[in-house]
């Protein structure tokens, strides 16, 4: 009896200190250091004045877009898409935002500093590493860019929702497209081939797999008992590829295949 009332006790104390831990049954908002504060006033400041020539040194190059909008590479791009990166509801957004930094922003550790869900990342320095935001003027070029990269595959293949990634290895090129269920579709041609003709393989089905907190993530196919899988490696270190063609047989690797992934 004593012993069970000592693991009650027990029980009830690790309880509160894992609640503790975690914050669970608190509404207490974690406040933002006094110099991680500074570091996102300086940004809006400049954003505020539309200091451009100012702003176009706090970007991490190349600033990534949404797939197939091509990356922001230099200078020179951010210049003339500053207007499409911060439209005016973005902008309103992000200004307004200086009276409240612990309610919209927050600090994720190495990852930096998320305004929101993520619409905008800053590192510790001040800089840009990430917009997903979207204006108007981006989605519809997005649009239009889908519909122009239909027209350039094979006929078999333009029935896809989301164009992921084209990926090539020193043999063959690879194309990932999602479809209307969800699902991934890996198509294959020789490296020389183009993208109009026939693809050598097909594979529907594929699946998204996240690998740890990096970014790092895979798309899995399955055909006949052989599994193809298409690693992308967002961190690694110096001689990691930055993508990977992994074939099995019966979960038996067969061949490792480095390769490149094609910028837009």
Same mark, same amino acid.
Request: with cysteine.
């Given at each position: 009896?004593?012993?069970?009332?000592?693991?009650?006790?027990? &029980?009830?104390?690790?309880?509160?200190? !894992?609640?503790?831990?975690?914050? !669970? @049954?608190?509404?207490?908002?974690?406040?933002?250091?006094?110099? %991680?504060?500074?570091?996102?006033?300086?940004?809006?400041?400049?954003?505020?004045?539309?200091?451009?020539?100012?702003?176009?040194?706090?970007?991490?190059?190349?600033?990534?877009?949404? *797939?197939?909008?091509? !990356?922001? +590479?230099?200078?020179?791009?951010?210049?003339?898409?500053?207007?499409? &990166?911060?439209? /005016?509801?973005?902008?309103?957004?992000?200004?307004?935002?200086?009276?409240?930094?612990?309610?919209?922003? +927050?600090?994720?550790?190495?990852? @930096?500093?998320?305004?929101?869900?993520? =619409?905008?990342?800053?590192?510790?320095?001040? /800089?840009?590493?990430?917009?997903?935001?979207?204006?108007?003027? %981006?989605?519809?070029?997005?649009?239009?860019?889908?519909?122009?990269? +239909? /027209?350039?595959? $094979?006929?078999?293949?333009?029935?896809?929702?989301?164009?992921?990634?084209?990926?090539?290895?020193?043999?063959?090129?690879?194309?990932?497209?999602?479809?209307?269920?969800? #699902? *991934?579709?890996?198509?294959?041609?020789?490296?020389?081939? #183009?993208?109009?003709? #026939?693809?050598?393989?097909?594979?529907?089905?594929?699946?998204? $797999?996240?690998?740890?907190?990096?970014?790092? $993530?895979?798309? /899995?196919? =399955?055909?006949?008992?052989?599994? $193809? =899988?298409?690693?992308?490696?967002?961190?690694?270190?110096?001689?990691?590829?930055?993508? =990977?063609?992994?074939? !099995?047989?019966?979960?038996?690797?067969?061949?490792?295949?480095?390769?490149?992934?094609?910028?837009?």
């Amino acid at each position: 009896m004593k012993s069970t009332y000592l693991f009650i006790v027990l &029980l009830m104390l690790v309880f509160n200190y !894992s609640n503790a831990q975690n914050g !669970s @049954g608190s509404n207490t908002q974690v406040t933002l250091k006094k110099g %991680e504060k500074k570091v996102i006033n300086d940004f809006l400041a400049n954003l505020r004045a539309t200091n451009i020539n100012k702003m176009q040194s706090m970007v991490v190059y190349p600033l990534k877009r949404q *797939y197939p909008l091509p !990356s922001v +590479k230099n200078v020179k791009d951010f210049q003339r898409e500053f207007n499409n &990166l911060f439209d /005016k509801n973005f902008k309103r957004a992000l200004i307004s935002s200086s009276s409240n930094l612990d309610q919209d922003w +927050k600090s994720v550790g190495y990852k @930096g500093l998320m305004f929101k869900n993520g =619409e905008l990342w800053l590192d510790s320095n001040g /800089k840009i590493t990430s917009i997903s935001y979207q204006s108007s003027a %981006e989605k519809s070029k997005r649009l239009r860019i889908i519909a122009l990269d +239909k /027209k350039t595959i $094979h006929p078999t293949l333009r029935n896809f929702d989301e164009p992921i990634l084209v990926m090539k290895t020193a043999q063959q090129q690879i194309r990932i497209d999602q479809l209307a269920d969800g #699902k *991934y579709r890996y198509a294959a041609w020789p490296i020389t081939a #183009k993208f109009t003709g #026939k693809p050598t393989l097909v594979i529907n089905g594929g699946t998204y $797999h996240p690998e740890g907190s990096g970014g790092n $993530h895979k798309y /899995k196919f =399955e055909d006949k008992g052989s599994q $193809h =899988e298409c690693f992308i490696n967002v961190i690694g270190t110096s001689q990691t590829p930055e993508a =990977e063609l992994v074939i !099995s047989k019966n979960g038996t690797v067969q061949s490792t295949f480095p390769a490149q992934l094609v910028k837009p």
